[in-house]
């Protein structure tokens, strides 16, 4: 249940007393249901007093003349620090003959270490120290990322941009990473949950969308330690970075050491922005059949939106009535009321640079696949045909607004929001708007939300299941003709011959 | 390549010992540091609070650990502790109902309408189809009726509506424990609600939830292929001891749990003796007194008596060969004692010894030097820490590697450990990152509070969190062989294999799969 539910990845970083506007209120916040109890329950009477009040600090925020961004934050609780240098670009940015190369440059950079340092003395010298320097790669940045003692900065930072500046991408690392990656690749149908997720993105963004494709063995073993080296140069430049630290430092002192090793960096071109297609599913049935599980994995589809879309806050709002919490509609109806599922999640997903997916997704016994499915689809329906009530908005934003403070308890996730922001070109103050966002939304609003971005007919439904177990088969759903999913993967005949048993040495 | 130079080591070794002693000092520091910020008190009906100062933001984490899990489940009624669970956030004589008289009475024909349908349906002799779908009938009514009382799931709205972010449970099969976050000014609150689920838990929609948990126990086992391994894995290993089953429950005592029976665990195990709670961040020793007033109310209770079964020493190898349409496993477990085995640390050390990072010798071994697996671990207190656990290791071959590559290799690894002594390197290395890892833990309210509230019930003490490191301290090279040497034996291991096996046919399915 890690996707996106689009509100839950905010941090709220330039907020501090707005906040809690709503901190006067004397009076524990009691759902709908309850407030027609009467007499009242005595939980009803207990006080809330004005919370404390608030005011963290924010990043200090450095823009070097080169381009590259700092974000410090400060935290002397305990004797660490943990910082990152994130660079934009990543798996999506590369052709497709070479899915996979971002996952082997994440794991061969740290692991073939630098020109004078291999990855094995690393390893050594920084777990003597219980210190970390670790390399990622991601759908659209790559990171290099520290963690030490407050007396190992000089020294793990020096190796964290060692990395960065000088490394050395070694063949047999290299080759180490394939053997990791292929290794995922032959498993990736054992798990039904997996399938599900995979083919649902593959559904709504096409199998050959960045968003969506996967690396094969063929492209995987097509990466050459040259690739590797060709994208490194091509993205680590500092106007492309953005460098974040938190912990037990002295700003001005982090600064000046910043500044010495980033400082004489040459400018590089900017980073393209993201481009593409988004035509979303083709509506339809889509099965894929698993005959060695006795759950069924049920996901509806389709395109979501952005984080620039004004309409994200009431959307937000749509979402947390729809699937937020124990509350929403889908929870209580498919989970609590009808007990078909343990796992039932979904939402109008939003991302920062590209459209999200829109989900509704579940887990239930075979038998009970087509009455799952039509209680999903009954449940999408309904955010069009039945009216939100003023106690579903206001239940669903006093979620959203009382658990907002959690989105900044740390100084860790005051700086990773603040990071993200920046990554992505987000104004500094977007939390503080979502909030207030999310108060300003009406009834009206979901209403208009739902009929504008809530189209039935344009969802995807796929079933991962056991279909000798359905007994009502797929076809009472109405959904016109079923598209069995190939979910074949590509071997090499010599590797699939040595898998089935039938020829290992 | 993994030869290493004495100057190297020697090098090594020393920076290693000037680490450990900073993080010494810093041990030291935050105990005492702790010292002024926790506030325990035992209450007269014997639950203890734990109070911790963490004033970094105005909120605050809780963590409710019961000492009571699966292991702890009747025999016939695996899975209860777990169900249990599930039903303490279905709300309570206040929360949850729009009048809980009428619901009681509603709730007790429940019962006795599942009672007599259950009696019916278990009969083995004489089970007459019309009447039992009478009686199943009659159930459904009577479980429609009391339905109309029920305010669905308002145990969990409230807390939601009022903050709680992160709020769930688990149910191990040593314990249960519950924990959420809030703001600080809903501290009254949730020691309200946290105090009333405690003492006054209400079954309702009791064998809807029983659904649910079966869709839980679908999707964590039997459509898992490493779930159906686990399964048979520990079923295997053990004979005696409730460690065999599976926390979930079996499917069929899963299934026929009824909510009399989680009435009569909760009435035996969920005694305030036998909970600790840990609260931590915006809170302080003048919240203590209102804490005492909710948790204080909780009814006293006598404490269960410990478990009889230990289990016996085993006395050859077994094995569990699972042929699946799945790509090959391999798992190895060794019976050892438990948490309160002097050696405890011995296996902390073994286990950072083999798994942790990219320097343990598995990695090294198995997925960097021969290529032959992607993950290799070995891992101390399996699948329990409270009653006698195994210490495991588990290895995923590589694409064209088998699990019998796994277990030689593997093999290969004890042996080394059983005749040559671990290096100072690698022992100083694990007592570093202990240090450090317990360090790293004390950055957040609700690690903070999970490790006070076990500490305090696992030993009596929560600073025992802190000073379990002298014990890590102690740990020698000797030890390390003496016990690999007692505990890596053949006749103490069982081992379970997934092999690969094509899937059945489209149109042929296979007796024996999923069932």
Not at chain 1, 237 to 251: K, L, R, W
């Amino acid at each position: 249940m890690k996707l996106n539910r689009c509100a839950s990845l905010f941090v709220a970083a330039l907020l501090c007393c707005s906040a809690f506007a709503r901190a006067q209120e004397s009076t524990v916040v009691v759902p709908p249901d309850a407030q027609k109890l009467q007499p009242p329950a005595p939980w009803m009477k207990i006080p809330v007093p004005p919370l404390h009040p608030f005011h963290p600090e924010q990043p200090i925020r450095i823009e070097l003349k080169n381009g590259l961004v700092i974000l410090l934050e400060p935290d002397h609780e305990l004797p660490f620090i943990n910082g990152s240098i994130n660079i934009r670009g990543g798996s999506r940015d590369v052709p497709a003959e070479k899915t996979g190369l971002i996952d082997l440059y994440g794991d061969a950079w740290r692991t073939s270490g630098t020109t004078t340092q291999n990855g094995d003395q690393l390893d050594d010298l920084l777990e003597a120290k219980a210190a970390k320097v670790e390399t990622n790669g991601d759908i659209d940045s790559t990171s290099v990322s520290w963690s030490c003692l407050t007396k190992d900065e000089d020294q793990v930072f020096g190796i964290a941009v060692d990395l960065l500046e000088h490394p050395a991408f070694s063949e047999q690392k290299l080759r180490l990473a394939q053997q990791q990656a292929i290794a995922g690749i032959v498993r990736r149908n054992d798990s039904a949950s997996e399938i599900a997720q995979r083919e649902a993105a593959i559904l709504v963004y096409g199998k050959d969308s960045p968003y969506a494709r996967q690396p094969e063995i063929a492209t995987v073993m097509s990466v050459t330690v040259d690739d590797l080296k060709a994208w490194h140069a091509k993205t680590v430049y500092p106007n492309n970075m953005i460098v974040a630290v938190e912990g037990d430092f002295d700003s001005q002192v982090m600064e000046k050491a910043l500044r010495a090793a980033f400082e004489s960096l040459p400018r590089g071109e900017a980073w393209p922005k993201p481009t593409g297609e988004f035509p979303g599913p083709k509506p339809g049935l889509y099965s894929v059949n698993k005959p060695d599980v006795d759950q069924s994995n049920i996901w509806i589809v389709g395109l979501g939106t952005e984080r620039r879309n004004p309409d994200y806050y009431a959307l937000a709002v749509m979402n947390e009535i729809f699937s937020g919490g124990f509350g929403s509609r889908l929870f209580q109806d498919v989970r609590t009321k009808q007990g078909l599922a343990y796992a039932v999640f979904g939402g109008y997903g939003a991302s920062y640079d590209h459209p999200g997916m829109f989900y509704t997704a579940a887990s239930t016994k075979s038998a009970s696949t087509v009455q799952a499915t039509k209680a999903m689809l009954e449940e999408i329906h309904e955010l069009k045909t039945r009216p939100f009530t003023a106690a579903e908005l206001a239940s669903a934003k006093d979620q959203l607004l009382n658990s907002f403070i959690f989105r900044y308890d740390s100084k860790e996730k005051i700086l990773a929001e603040a990071t993200e922001l920046e990554f992505y070109g987000y104004p500094a103050d977007f939390l503080a708007r979502y909030r207030a966002g999310i108060e300003a939304v009406t009834l009206a609003d979901l209403e208009r939300v739902a009929n504008k971005y809530v189209d039935p007919s344009k969802l995807a439904v796929l079933v991962v299941g056991n279909e000798s177990q359905y007994g009502t088969p797929l076809t009472a759903l109405n959904l016109g003709p079923e598209t069995p999913l190939d979910i074949t993967i590509p071997m090499p005949a010599a590797l699939r011959k040595q898998m089935s048993g039938q020829g290992a040495e | 390549m993994k030869t290493f130079s004495a100057m190297r080591m020697l090098a090594l070794a020393c920076c290693v010992a000037i680490a450990a002693h900073c993080f010494g000092q810093n041990v030291q520091q935050e105990l005492a540091n702790f010292e002024k910020r926790v506030t325990v008190k035992v209450l007269p009906n014997g639950l203890t609070l734990i109070v911790c100062e963490r004033p970094e933001a105005p909120v605050f984490s809780y963590f409710t650990i019961v000492d009571a899990g699966d292991a702890n489940d009747p025999s016939g009624e695996s899975g209860l502790a777990h169900m249990f669970e599930h039903l303490a956030f279905k709300g309570t004589k206040d929360i949850g109902t729009t009048d809980y008289a009428a619901e009681k009475v509603a709730l007790d024909k429940v019962e006795a309408a599942y009672a007599a349908y259950d009696t019916e349906y278990r009969k083995r002799v004489g089970q007459d189809p019309a009447k039992l779908k009478q009686l199943k009938a009659d159930f459904d009514a009577a479980e429609k009726a009391a339905n109309q009382y029920v305010i669905p799931n308002e145990f969990t709205e409230i807390a939601e509506a009022n903050g709680a972010s992160g709020l769930n449970a688990e149910t191990s099969l040593d314990a249960t424990q519950y924990f959420w976050s809030m703001p600080s000014n809903r501290l009254q609150l949730w020691a309200y609600m946290e105090s009333d689920r405690i003492a006054n838990p209400v079954p309702r929609q009791f064998y809807r939830e029983r659904s649910v948990v079966m869709e839980e126990r679908r999707m964590r086992i039997d459509s898992n292929p490493i779930g159906r391994m686990v399964e048979q894995f520990l079923a295997t290993a053990y004979v005696a001891h409730p460690y065999h089953r599976p926390g979930v429950g079996w499917e069929s005592e899963l299934s026929q749990i009824t909510a009399t029976e989680a009435e009569a665990f909760h009435k035996k195990y969920y005694v305030p003796a036998d909970i600790v709670i840990a609260v931590v961040g915006d809170v302080g020793p003048a919240d203590m007194p209102m804490l005492e007033k909710y948790f204080g109310a909780i009814p006293a209770g006598p404490k269960p008596e410990p478990m009889a079964t230990v289990e016996p020493p085993q006395m050859a190898e077994k094995s569990v060969i699972i042929k699946d349409p799945t790509q090959p496993l391999y798992l190895e477990g060794y019976h050892r004692p438990d948490y309160r085995d002097p050696d405890d640390a011995v296996y902390d050390a073994i286990q950072d010894i083999f798994s942790n990072g990219r320097t343990s010798r598995l990695y090294r071994s198995l997925v960097e030097q021969q290529q032959i697996a992607a993950v290799a671990e070995g891992f101390s207190g399996f699948p329990g820490t409270k009653y006698p656990g195994l210490f495991a290791f588990f290895a995923v071959p590589n694409a064209g590697h088998t699990p019998e590559e796994m277990r030689s290799a593997i093999h290969k690894e004890i042996d080394k450990l059983k005749t040559t002594d671990v290096t100072d390197a690698e022992l100083a290395m694990f007592k570093t990152r202990a240090r450090a890892d317990l360090l790293r833990g004390l950055g957040d309210n609700q690690g903070i509070a999970e490790q006070l509230a076990f500490y305090q019930l696992r030993y009596g003490d929560w600073r025992e969190l802190f000073n379990q490191l002298n014990k890590i301290d102690a740990v020698t090279k000797a030890d390390i062989r003496r016990v690999a040497n007692k505990v890596f034996v053949p006749s103490n291991r069982t081992y379970a294999m997934v092999e690969f096996q094509a899937p059945p046919k489209p149109q042929a399915p296979v007796a024996g799969g999923a069932q």
